[in-house]
């Protein structure tokens, strides 16, 4: 019982360090090309040293740039999955003033009675850190976890002052998210999600379950070993805060449809510029969404700009959190860094 209580608060650990979008320092100014250039390089490095296994797709205008990786491969895309959540309530509009309180009485019970679906979806929900990090570890570790669980659950506010509370990322209000869709649609979580994969012809996306999680792979001098660790099937209980399996051909698919549905129109222009389950950002090459997701044996990362330029990068490998801050945090950077002064040039074609 000792030995179990200290694994599950090992694997705590390891979740929130995954759930956690990474946030690396701003880089010096470059330009659109040259950044691919360098994204490419680096890429390709990290493959000849057996440092990463995945793939990589860069397209423009459909068109494509570089390609390395089987694209139509399915692997676990982590809070990626958060953008499909967000779709439903842009399809949804009437929803996101509503109060979660009409849906949950632990809301009603404390201080976050205020809060809206739109203060979910914006991670300014003022949920606990008690809350979040006790609630995701009870849908880590359950053999079965249904949403309808949440129904009853308590969670407390982190503070005092509801009136404005700060972005905070949480995979637990995503949660409510999905449970929130199930009731508006009668139907479970998965259900629900397949109407739209369906609607944005997504025919290798599907919510992650007990039985049909992607292998993973330890990566080691000069070989790699492919394997399913049961516990990494624990990520399928996060729904939408992390529980989608999809292809790089089908999330470049997915931002082409949200950027023609102008999802942009509707983001937020506060501070942190999230919403809709999308990391929204402006600088001088226009405006783009994007999201990363992390789960213990993958890594995802989808950018979408106003000149059609999409990246797609998924992984599936052992590493430790801090090797994804080091060699894959560049990979954001030029991004994440809304300041940046760049040439708004349009990247050279190289096929692979």
């Given amino acids: 019982m000792k030995t179990k209580k200290i694994l599950s608060w090992i694997w705590l650990i390891l979740l929130v360090g995954f759930f956690t979008p990474y946030s690396p320092n701003p880089i010096p100014t470059i330009s659109t090309k040259d950044w691919i250039e360098n994204s490419i390089n680096r890429w390709q490095l990290l493959r000849k040293n057996n440092l990463i296994q995945g793939t990589l797709l860069i397209t423009q205008s459909n068109q494509l740039i570089f390609s390395d990786g089987k694209s139509d491969q399915q692997y676990s895309i982590g809070s990626l999955s958060k953008s499909f959540v967000g779709y439903y309530f842009y399809t949804h509009p009437d929803l996101k003033d509503k109060k979660v309180c009409q849906y949950f009485q632990t809301f009603c019970q404390t201080d976050l009675n205020h809060v809206t679906v739109g203060d ?111 516990f990494i099937n624990q990520a399928a209980h996060s729904f939408g805060a992390g529980g989608i399996i999809s292809t790089a051909l089908d999330l470049q698919k997915w931002f082409r449809f949200l950027n023609s549905e102008n999802v942009q129109k509707f983001a937020s222009k506060n501070v942190d510029h999230y919403d809709l389950g999308l990391i929204h950002t402006e600088n001088n090459l226009g405006q783009m969404f994007w999201h990363n997701g992390a789960v213990l044996g993958f890594y995802s990362l989808n950018i979408h700009t106003k000149e059609n330029l999409q990246f797609t990068l998924l992984t599936n490998h052992l590493k430790p959190f801090e090797f994804l801050q080091s060699c894959l945090g560049p990979f954001e950077s030029f991004y994440k860094n809304e300041n940046t002064k760049t040439n708004n040039n349009n990247p050279t074609k190289e096929k692979k």
């Fill in 120 to 230: 979910l979806l914006k991670h300014r929900s003022n949920i606990s850190k008690k809350s979040e990090l006790s609630q995701m570890l009870m849908y880590s570790f359950a053999v079965q976890t249904e949403l309808s669980k949440l129904d009853s659950v308590q969670i407390s506010a982190e503070n005092r002052q509801p009136k404005n509370p700060r972005f905070r990322y949480s995979n637990l209000g995503y949660l409510f998210l999905s449970r929130i869709i199930e009731i508006q649609e009668k139907k479970s979580f998965a259900d629900a999600m397949q109407a739209i994969f369906k609607k944005a012809d997504l025919n290798q996306t599907t919510v992650a379950n007990s039985t049909n999680s992607p292998k993973t792979v330890l990566l080691i001098p000069w070989t790699t070993i492919e394997f399913k660790v049961p």
